[in-house]
Every structure is written in structure tokens, then in C-alpha cells.
């Protein structure tokens, strides 16, 4: 079975300073490991994925995720927040030995509000 | 124009009706699926769809079904709803090759239920 944990419900950082947004996962094999993030009314936009290679992954809007095996995790950071970067943030997981199905398996979300 | 299409984008009902919400795509995926959000539940597969001919039970397919009218157009019905199905609910796709994974989402159905 896979899952997700978002240990995180709210993140407040400060525009200009880094921040991060937690994600570790359990999965039978190798993950593929996704995060997205929803605006206001508004559906599920892509972010960025990490399926092989450099564990530092690169998505939009100068967000990048590093990939760590030994801690199961991926955390996902930007360097420098802008308000506009509020939103709710969902990381999720698929496994690819489930059957090949590739479906992924979403966390509770974590909300990201960066302050002026 | 939107590449995920979901109708209505809002709708209250009572309880006890039948309620359908439609999703029609461009992107040409085989690959749809229905979630469900819920505040501080995140995300929860309801029913899928490989291709035409395959449907799928989801997380929480209990008091919902589906119908795959054709590659492009994936609905949802609430056969008779009650004030538990209130809820956010999102269409996605993703491409059968290549499989990574990766969603592409509606806009989401705001589906209130009095």
C-alpha cells in the first residue's frame, strides 16, 4: 500500500525567506512522487515530479523538491516566498509495482500563507 | 478554453436527488478519475477508468457511480444525494503513454447537499 503524510495543516513564512513544505510517503518500491498546488477555487495544477535521476527536482514558478530515500521523504522549497505563493500545497505518491496502475495517493494538503 | 471541462461548476441540491456532474477533456488521455475534497482530508479517489470498456472503484465509491460515454467524457452520479456528499469535487486525466502518473485536474464541481 501507498501513502502520504503532510505533517504540516499551515506553513506561514514571511515573503523573502525561504520556505518549505513537508512530505515523507511509504511505498512498496521505488516512488514517483508528485506535488501540486491548488488557488482559490481553482483545480489541481501540476508543480513538479521526481520518477529517476538527481534528487534535487526542479517544477514552476522557481519551486524545486529534493528527493531523500533514506528519510522517505520530499520536501518541497522555494528560496525566496512571494505572496502570490499562497495557496494550498498537496503532495502525492503513486507506486509503480501496484500493478502497474500508476494511481497516485494524495496527502491532507498543507496551507502555505506567506505574509507581506 | 479549459482542457479538463467540469459542469456545473456549482450546484445545491436536497437531499434525496439524483445529481449527475459531467467531465469532458481535450487533452486525449485514456485515463479519468473522479476525487473527491474534503477540508483537511485532501484528495479521495472515488472512481477511475483506463479506457472506455474498464471502470474502477475508488477509496470511496459507496452511494456514487459512474458512466465513460466515450474517451473524452467521464460523469458522476449521485443516485440520491445526502448532506455528506457536500464536497468539492474534481475530474482528472492522465496519459496511458507516457504513464507517469501525472493529473490533470478540472476546476472542480462544488456540490452542496441541504
Known amino acids: 500500500a501507498q501513502s502520504v503524510a503532510q505533517p504540516e495543516d499551515q506553513v506561514n513564512v514571511a515573503e523573502g525567506n525561504p520556505l518549505t513544505v513537508k512530505c515523507t510517503y511509504s511505498v512498496s518500491g521505488n516512488p514517483y512522487l508528485f506535488w501540486y498546488v491548488q488557488y482559490p477555487n481553482r483545480g489541481l495544477q501540476f508543480l513538479l515530479k521526481?520518477?529517476?535521476?538527481?534528487?534535487l527536482v526542479k517544477g514552476s514558478y522557481g519551486f524545486e523538491a529534493e528527493f531523500n530515500k533514506s528519510q522517505t521523504s520530499f520536501h518541497l522549497k522555494k528560496p525566496s516566498a512571494l505572496v502570490s505563493d499562497s495557496a494550498l500545497y498537496f503532495c502525492?505518491?503513486?507506486?509503480?509495482?501496484?500493478?502497474?496502475?500508476?494511481?497516485?495517493?494524495f496527502g491532507r494538503g498543507t496551507s502555505l500563507i506567506v505574509h507581506p | 478554453d479549459a482542457d479538463v471541462t467540469q459542469t456545473p461548476r456549482n450546484r445545491i441540491t436536497k437531499t434525496g436527488k439524483r445529481i449527475m456532474l459531467e467531465c469532458s477533456q481535450t487533452k486525449g488521455h485514456d485515463r479519468m478519475y473522479w476525487y473527491r475534497q474534503d477540508p483537511g482530508l485532501g484528495l479521495r479517489l472515488i472512481y477511475y477508468s483506463f479506457d472506455v470498456k474498464d471502470i474502477n472503484k475508488g477509496e470511496i465509491s459507496d452511494g456514487y457511480s459512474v458512466s465513460r460515454q466515450a474517451q473524452a467524457k467521464f460523469s458522476l452520479s449521485l443516485e440520491s444525494a445526502i448532506p455528506n456528499q457536500t464536497a468539492l469535487y474534481f475530474c482528472?486525466?492522465?496519459?496511458?503513454?507516457?504513464?507517469?502518473?501525472?493529473?490533470?485536474f478540472g476546476e472542480g464541481s462544488r456540490l452542496t447537499v441541504l
Open positions: 521526481y520518477i529517476t535521476g538527481d534528487n
Open positions: 502525492a505518491v503513486s507506486d509503480p509495482v501496484s500493478g502497474g496502475s500508476y494511481i497516485p495517493t
Open positions: 482528472a486525466t492522465s496519459a496511458q503513454v507516457p504513464n507517469t502518473g501525472e493529473l490533470f
